[in-house]
Each structure stands twice: as C-alpha cells, then as structure tokens.
C-alpha cells in the first residue's frame, strides 16, 4: 500500500496531478461531452509554469500520457522546447489511443491512433 504520492508528482499541485490522471485515463470518468471535456482540459492547462511541471512529471508516465499532453500544448502554443522533449520520448512508429481526447486539433500530429 503506498501512502505517499508518487515521485514524480512531489513538485506537483493536488490538481495537476489530478490533471495526470485525467490524461492517463484518456478523460474516460469525464461527465462531459468530448468537445466540452477537451475544452476544459485545454482550459486547465492554459498555465506555461504548470505546463512545466506537468511536462516534467509526465517523463514517468506512459507513452499515452505525454502524447496527448503534447498535443494539448501544441494547440495552446505552449514552450516549442517542451514540446520537443515529449516528442522525443515518444516511438515515432506507435500510435497511442486517445480516447475521448482525440478531438484535441493536434492529436494525429501526436500519434493519436484513428
């Protein structure tokens, strides 16, 4: 049983990391529609430093994760070195199922699978 939040989100807001698991789950417990859902998700994520953080964190996080975390930063413009850093992490021959997040404009550019 682990009581402690995991390393990777030490440095991390209770929303942010709520934001990882959203990301993680593919916005699958969401009440919302698709559209709504990807535009609160973009909404939440509209903050350059908590970006940062979330970029930093996601590194241990599955593939997925940092995909569609990548494609929502494209769409709001984010950091292009950030960006950059979770397309390298990233196999450039697997495509990643985004769920209810592949309405995200940049998901096929993240490897959203169809």
């Known amino acids: 049983m682990r009581t402690r939040r995991p390393r990777n989100r030490e440095n991390l807001s ?45 590194a241990d996080e599955p593939p997925r994760v940092r995909a569609i975390l990548g494609a929502a930063g494209e769409q709001l413009g984010m950091d292009a070195r950030l960006l950059k850093k979770l397309r390298a992490s990233l196999n450039p021959l697997t495509r990643f199922d985004f769920g209810t997040l592949k309405c995200l404009q940049a998901a096929d550019r993240w490897q959203a699978s169809r």
């Open 14 to 58: 209770e929303r942010e990391s709520a934001l990882l698991e959203l990301l993680r789950d593919r916005a699958r417990t969401s009440d919302l529609g698709a559209a709504d859902t990807c535009a609160r998700l973009l909404d939440m994520l509209d903050d350059p430093r908590a970006f940062a953080r979330l970029t930093r964190a996601a």
